[in-house]
């Protein structure tokens, strides 16, 4: 039960010649691996921008642009990429706007 500490465990293979190879074992290329290699795509940050050029307000980004009527609820995807251009006066102008992954 090893209630007071001092137990050890080493987890190791054998092969057919009786040598005990410890798991991932860096030494040793026959060492089986107790993880597994993965990839993952890099975590992007989304950035938004916004500027008025002339009668239109541009805005730039990067993720995902989504616009709503309020603050705090309701956004939804926009079609279109980057930049994005809107008619100052224009009922896409009163919206609000955000970039995410």
Do not use: C, H
């Not at 054998?14 to 798991?23: D, P, W």
């Not at 609820?73 to 251009?85: E, F, K, W």
């Amino acid at each position: 039960m090893q209630g007071g500490g001092g137990g050890n465990v080493e987890w190791f293979s054998v092969t057919a010649s009786g040598e005990k190879i410890l798991v991932n074992d860096t030494a040793n290329a026959n060492a089986l691996k107790a993880y597994r290699a993965r990839t993952a795509s890099p975590v992007v940050t989304p950035t938004l921008s916004v500027r008025v050029e002339g009668t239109d307000i541009v805005i730039t980004y990067t993720g995902t642009l989504q616009s709503s009527d309020s603050v705090n609820t309701g956004y939804g995807d926009v079609a279109g990429s980057s930049p994005l251009r809107i008619p100052l006066g224009s009922a896409a102008a009163q919206k609000f706007y955000r970039a995410r992954n």
